[in-house]
């Protein structure tokens, strides 16, 4: 079983940065693949950046190529969001995923753990 907790969200600027992390708990998430998706008022959940168990391999969705990077330390249980050049289209609730097959998807059913969310607000 794999618990996951998101922080780091809040409100900035447009051209702004945040960092967004996850913390999980459980002795298994080094080989978990992780991602984070977000979903947007009236929006259907999106597939935002993944990694895969040991972090050689990402994967991000073409909206954000460039701006956020995708990291990850097992030995601190974490996976980290670093978010930059924060456009107001970034505005929603993210949520880390932990997936037990330890590959990149970014499919939701591929992930069996969501964290609860954190929001990202940027201001025009």
């Known amino acids: 079983q794999v618990q996951l907790v998101e922080s780091g969200g809040g409100l900035v600027q447009a051209g702004g940065s945040l960092r967004l992390f996850c913390v999980a708990s459980?002795?298994?998430?080094?080989?978990?693949?992780a991602g984070w998706f977000r979903q947007a008022p009236g929006k259907e959940r999106e597939f935002v950046v993944a990694?895969?168990?040991?972090?050689?391999?990402?994967a991000y969705a073409d909206s954000v190529k460039g701006r956020f990077t995708i990291s990850r330390d097992n030995a601190k249980n974490t996976v980290f969001l670093q978010m930059d050049s924060l456009k107001p289209e970034d505005t929603a609730v993210y949520y880390c995923?932990?997936?037990?097959?330890?590959?990149?998807?970014?499919?939701?059913?591929?992930?069996?753990?969501w964290g609860q969310g954190t929001q990202v607000t940027v201001a025009s």
């Open positions: 990694v895969n168990y040991n972090g050689g391999r990402t």
């Open positions: 459980g002795r298994t998430f080094s080989s978990h693949g």
């Open positions: 995923a932990a997936s037990r097959y330890g590959v990149v998807s970014a499919h939701t059913w591929q992930y069996d753990y």
